[in-house]
């Protein structure tokens, strides 16, 4: 990890300490990045389904569309 620039290591007494070497924000952040991408292609699959199969009531697809326009407008 420290090759990675994930930790750095310093000498210290008998024995050496390791210490993160990257803030703590910047790992929530590049972690919630991640997620995200893989979250919505699970969603989108599951919304696919979910519109083939007909299963969806006219309430629930006016809340997509609301959530969708919501999604677009803040583009």
Do not use: N
């Amino acid at each position: 990890m420290e090759k990675k620039g994930y930790l750095r290591y310093e000498e210290g007494g008998k024995r050496g300490e390791y210490y993160p070497a990257v803030l703590r924000s910047e790992v929530v952040l590049a972690e919630t990045e991640a997620f995200s991408v893989v979250y919505i292609r699970v969603v989108s699959v599951c919304w696919s389904a979910l519109v083939d199969q007909h299963s969806l009531s006219e309430q629930e697809i006016k809340e997509l569309r609301t959530i969708l326009d919501k999604t677009e407008g803040e583009r």
